[in-house]
């Protein structure tokens, strides 16, 4: 494995905690572990209206379900358009997450925390896939 692969795969894993560790707060929120003062408030943020997608299903879990796909791409397809058309989705999520974060004027660090997991991880992937286009040109 290179070195891109495990900085790859342990931003993966961090995001995959971190996404689990939100949907744990989702069900039982007493399990929060944040300040909630100022302008740091995780529970402001992971209650609010933002944080369900149609009021109903918590944002975390998509999260979650982003994490885990994409560490099925990591392990079996890396370097297809397809998991860059999934890492596009989580960007998109990402934007979702700091529109929502601004709109509410509180930052959730565990939110934060998978945004930058998902544009690290994004980032690492389009440079990984540049290189291996310029190898075989």
Same mark, same amino acid.
């Given at each position: 494995?290179?070195? %891109?692969?495990?900085?790859?795969?342990?931003?993966?894993?961090? !995001?995959?905690?971190?996404?689990? %560790?939100?949907?744990?707060?989702?069900?039982?929120?007493?399990?929060?572990?944040?300040?909630?003062?100022?302008?740091?408030?995780?529970?402001?943020?992971?209650?609010?209206?933002?944080? +369900?997608?149609?009021? #109903?299903?918590?944002?975390?879990?998509?999260? &979650?379900?982003?994490?885990?796909? !994409? &560490?099925?791409?990591? /392990?079996?397809? /890396?370097?297809?358009?397809?998991?860059?058309?999934?890492?596009?989705?989580?960007?998109?999520? #990402?934007? %979702?997450?700091?529109?929502?974060?601004? !709109?509410?004027? +509180?930052?959730?660090? %565990?939110?934060?925390?998978?945004?930058?997991?998902?544009?690290?991880?994004?980032?690492?992937?389009? #440079? #990984?896939?540049?290189?291996? /286009? /310029?190898?075989? !040109?």
């Amino acid at each position: 494995m290179q070195i %891109y692969e495990k900085v790859l795969l342990a931003i993966l894993l961090i !995001a995959l905690v971190d996404a689990s %560790y939100m949907v744990l707060v989702y069900f039982q929120p007493a399990a929060l572990s944040c300040p909630a003062s100022g302008l740091i408030d995780c529970s402001a943020v992971l209650q609010s209206v933002y944080a +369900k997608v149609f009021g #109903v299903i918590p944002l975390s879990l998509f999260g &979650l379900l982003w994490a885990i796909v !994409a &560490l099925v791409f990591f /392990r079996y397809a /890396r370097n297809t358009e397809m998991a860059m058309v999934w890492y596009l989705l989580g960007l998109g999520g #990402v934007a %979702y997450s700091v529109a929502s974060m601004y !709109a509410l004027g +509180k930052i959730c660090e %565990y939110c934060s925390i998978l945004d930058i997991s998902i544009i690290a991880s994004a980032m690492l992937l389009y #440079v #990984v896939q540049m290189g291996h /286009r /310029r190898a075989s !040109a």
